[in-house]
């Protein structure tokens, strides 16, 4: 075979993304994030570039020459990582054949190495996530999503309890069931329509897109791929960002998730979002609308 098996990107992908997890928390256990402002709103810290590192260079080390589009603007050392590539061979015979034998050319990774920055910065750490994501044909097939600041189940633990953050993984293959998910729907929201929104990202385009659903709750929180999560595990029913602000790389991972489990993520208009490494495409311009069921039903309400 001459093409890339996506079950091998995946597998290194998880353990670079458990591998960044330990970097993450180690960073900020430490206490020196060493913050840089890259715009209005919009920080990095020294945990952003190392992970993004640890995660370019390991997947450099099996395929020199993939197509990577990564958040950080950043040299990448050399490193002894060689992920375990051979994690998913069970799964070679259930997988979709295609992705067994990929055209190099088709294939994307994107990685966002440390999601919900700002809110990592104010130590509302719950929410971040490293999320690699890969794309083929302008398709996201494959993503793993990786919780440094959470236990097992994926719930938020105070940072006095660092003990506990053990950590939560989820990665998912578009054709293969995915596993460690939950209905998290709390019996009291059963029949209601929730929309979650960004923390630290808010502005009168989302306030009036919101105002269109009429929701009987509001939740805002940090992170696109915490954001996708919770409407994958059902604590919410539409993640909606219909502004300029989100990247491929901060979609690419959790939309392959959720199109694992069937639900949907489009452009405010209802159109499909493209994947490409043209970097002056990479901004999702018009915004993003994330639901796991009912998508064309409040397409519709924004675009009445
Ligand atoms: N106005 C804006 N400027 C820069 N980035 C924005 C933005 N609005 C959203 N984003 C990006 O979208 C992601 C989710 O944002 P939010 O937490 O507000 O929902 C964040 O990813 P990063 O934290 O990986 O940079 C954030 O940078
Ligand atoms: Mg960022
Ligand atoms: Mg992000
Ligand atoms: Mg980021």
């Known amino acids: 075979m001459t093409g890339y098996n996506l079950l091998e990107i995946v597998s290194s992908c998880i353990d670079l993304a458990e591998q960044s997890g330990k970097i993450i928390r180690d960073i900020f256990n430490s206490g020196t994030l060493d913050i840089k402002m890259k715009g209005e709103d919009d920080p990095m810290t020294v945990a952003d570039l190392k992970s993004q590192q640890h995660i370019i260079a390991g997947l450099r080390n099996h395929w020199p020459d993939i197509k990577i589009v990564g958040e950080e603007d950043c040299e990448v050392p050399p490193t002894q990582t060689f992920p375990d590539r051979t994690k998913l061979q069970k799964y070679s015979d259930s997988a979709p054949k295609d992705y067994l034998n990929m055209n190099k050319e088709d294939v994307i990774v994107f990685i ?19 999320l690699i994501g890969i794309t083929y044909k302008g398709v996201p097939v494959g993503g793993v999503i990786y919780q440094p600041f959470v236990d097992a189940d994926g719930l938020p633990v105070p940072k006095e309890q660092a003990s506990q953050w053990v950590g939560r993984l989820v990665w998912g293959i578009v054709g293969i069931p995915v596993e460690n998910l939950k209905d998290k729907r709390a019996p009291e929201d059963k029949g209601k329509v929730i929309i979650v ?3 630290s990202h ?21 992170g696109a791929g915490y954001k996708t999560l919770m409407v994958i595990e059902n604590l919410a029913d539409v ?7 989100t990247k491929l790389w901060d979609i690419a991972a959790p939309h392959a998730i959720l199109s694992a489990v069937g639900g949907t993520l489009t452009q405010p208009s209802g159109k ?19 639901t796991i ?12």
């Open 272 to 290: 499909p979002v493209n994947y490409t490494d043209n970097l002056s495409l990479v901004e999702n311009k018009n915004g993003i609308v994330v």
């Open 197 to 199: 929104t960004t923390a």
């Open 202 to 222: 808010f502005n009168q385009d989302i306030e009036n897109s919101i105002q269109k659903i009429q929701p009987d709750k509001v939740l805002r929180t940090g």
């Open 112 to 130: 966002d190495p440390l999601d919900a920055t700002k809110e990592f910065t104010l130590g509302r750490v719950h929410c971040v996530m490293t």
């Open 239 to 245: 993640y909606l960002f219909s502004t300029v602000g």
């Open 293 to 304: 069921g009912d998508h064309q039903k409040y397409i519709n309400l924004l675009n009445k």
